[in-house]
């Protein structure tokens, strides 16, 4: 799958020996590794961050699913654009791991209509999901002096979803644990300025203890 990547052989056998010898996964495309961590933040950052821009985005358009969403041009250049010159430039992977490719089955894999990954699902618990995700990423753009304007985008897509409405007018549900709290703060704002000063003094989501 896509969002598959590279597993340490402790972690099958925590021993490293096979009784009858250690499978091919190989044959099967699996790659084996000694150590996994840069992999899992390519997946956090590429898939998980993305995954996350694309249902607040969509929960304001109006898309239901991430299909949906990819199958429209603009925003699946978005992601594209973002995953190569933002998020890829963080990463920290042996060279034998085309991030490239990843990002292009990545995206082929949200056009999967089969999938039907819902976006308002994606959406719930941003304020447990954005620290890890997005705000690390971008923390990792500034200490590499890289361009971060479409992960900032998400966050700033992430407040105005907090108001709950959609472009449209449609109402829906915030499901996260500070969900009210972090409502309240999204409607009561006179304006983006305060918007984003409320925000970011929401100290569980953005202290630098809570992105870490």
């Known amino acids: 799958m896509a969002d598959r990547c590279p597993t340490r052989s402790s972690e099958i056998d925590p021993s490293g020996r096979f009784a009858a010898g250690r499978p091919a996964w190989e044959v099967a495309g699996a790659q084996l590794v000694d150590d ?12 998980n961050a993305t995954h996350s821009t694309l249902a607040y985005l969509s929960m304001l358009a109006g898309f239901e699913t991430v299909s949906d969403a990819v199958s429209h041009a603009p925003l699946r250049t978005l992601i594209h654009a973002m995953m190569t010159h933002e998020i890829a430039p963080t990463l920290d992977v042996p060279a034998s791991f085309d991030l490239l490719a990843y990002r292009d089955a990545l995206l082929d894999h949200y056009a999967n209509p089969a999938l039907k990954h819902r976006c308002a699902q994606i959406a719930m618990d941003g304020s447990q999901k954005l620290p890890p995700r997005i705000l ?21 897509v992430w407040f105005t979803f907090l108001r709950g409405e959609a472009d449209d007018g449609t109402r829906y549900p915030i499901s996260d644990p500070l969900g009210e709290r972090l409502a309240q703060l999204s409607l009561s704002a006179a304006n983006a300025e305060q918007l984003v000063d409320a925000m970011l003094a929401v100290r569980e989501v953005f202290s630098r203890s809570a992105r870490q």
């Open 136 to 156: 690390s990423t971008i923390q990792a753009c500034i200490a590499q002096g890289q361009p971060f304007e479409r992960l900032a985008l998400a966050v700033a």
């Open 36 to 47: 996994v961590a840069p992999f899992e933040i390519a997946k956090l950052r590429m898939l």
